[in-house]
């Protein structure tokens, strides 16, 4: 993508995605063509992501650096009158990091702008062809983490929200599946379809619906310890399937016949 025009100087902490480079929002991919300097997180953000740009700009990977490297870098170089596109996969408000960037950012003066993402969870709905909200049958999405070196605060348990049994997209759990899966299965049901999906986007990604019960069991028989998204949802077993026909009757009334609103009144139906 070739450069519109200079972007003023400051930090811009941008979504990259899953990984697709496609799903790039536009001004994600004006920003990293027209940025200075790229500080990317190389462990989540796949290759292809930069390299589909054809930036020009000075790229730096931060996986094997820590907050206060990283930090001094974006401040130096917008104080030098330089753009810092700060790279983060998925999208920055969930499990990003970012807080603490952000904070230390207005400690110093240096302006930000933060530029969503698309996040795993919905990439991983698009590839199982599933709404997560089907009417009559489940209308919440919780997105939540199990406690591991970062704490969950208690009434955040798993076990807690699970009682609501939503559809429930379960982020950096790989490596405590076992006691998931147990916090999990005292509220839904053992035969809940749970989607397991590894790195969504990347060249190896892949994808398993199992029942909820044999969740860990997959996920140690895959050897899987890192970018897995977990999805228990009911709306996973009435996703439409090809071959069969009929199909689950639910559906919203927004464009239902016999459902009137601001833009479709009765007198039209």
């Avoid at 709404?131 to 591991?148: D, K, N």
């Avoid at 005292?186 to 969740?215: F, G, K, N, S």
């Avoid at 016949?257 to 009144?265: A, D, N």
Wanted: aromatic content about 4%; glycine content about 6%; charged content about 20%.
């Amino acid at each position: 993508m070739t450069p519109t025009q200079p972007l003023p100087p400051a930090v811009y902490i941008v979504g990259a995605g899953p990984g697709d480079p496609e799903l790039l929002t536009l001004k994600a991919l004006r920003l990293l063509a027209s940025a200075d300097v790229i500080l990317y997180a190389d462990s989540l953000v796949p290759a292809q992501i930069l390299e589909s740009i054809g930036s020009q700009a000075e790229t730096i990977p931060t996986a094997n650096k820590t907050l206060e490297q990283i930090l001094p870098l974006m401040i130096d170089r917008v104080r030098q009158g330089q753009s810092v596109v700060r790279l983060h996969s998925g999208d920055p408000c969930l499990y990003g990091a970012v807080h603490e960037q952000m904070q230390a950012l207005v400690t110093a003066g240096i302006p930000f702008e933060v530029v969503p993402g698309i996040s795993a969870f919905q990439t991983a709905a698009a590839k199982l062809g599933v709404e997560l909200t089907v009417p009559g049958l489940v209308q919440t999405i919780i997105l939540t983490r199990i406690s591991g070196r970062t704490h969950v605060p208690e009434p955040e348990e798993l076990a807690s929200l699970a009682a609501h049994k939503a559809s429930l997209c379960l982020y950096l759990a790989a490596r405590h599946v076992e006691r998931a899966q147990e916090a999990l299965l005292l509220h839904y049901d053992r035969d809940t379809p749970v989607a397991i999906c590894y790195r969504l986007d990347w060249p190896d990604e892949q994808l398993w619906v199992v029942p909820l019960h044999q969740m860990a069991e997959v996920t140690r028989r895959e050897d899987l310890i890192r970018t897995t998204l977990y999805v228990i949802s009911p709306a996973l077993a009435v996703r439409p399937q090809a071959g069969e026909s009929g199909g689950d009757d639910r559906r919203s009334q927004l464009y239902n016949p016999t459902h009137s609103h601001l833009f479709r009144p009765r007198a039209q139906v």
